[in-house]
């Protein structure tokens, strides 16, 4: 089932969310402050058992 960018289930639609560029961290949360292998709602999801209480919908340019 596809998800919506829109959501908190997806970090795509999540201004906070970023591409590192690097090899072994590839994901980024500014929000939180994180680097990892995983998308940030998986790590966030996976340490608290929460959905991601700080997305927040990137502005459209």
Known sequence: MPQNDD???SCRGC?????THELVFRYGCRAFGFKS???P?????QSS???CRL???KDKK
């Open 15 to 19: 201004k906070h969310n970023y591409i």
């Open 49 to 51: 058992g929460e959905v």
């Open 37 to 39: 292998q995983q998308s």
């Open 55 to 57: 997305f927040e919908k």
């Open 7 to 9: 959501s908190p289930h």
């Open 41 to 45: 709602i998986l790590v966030v999801r």
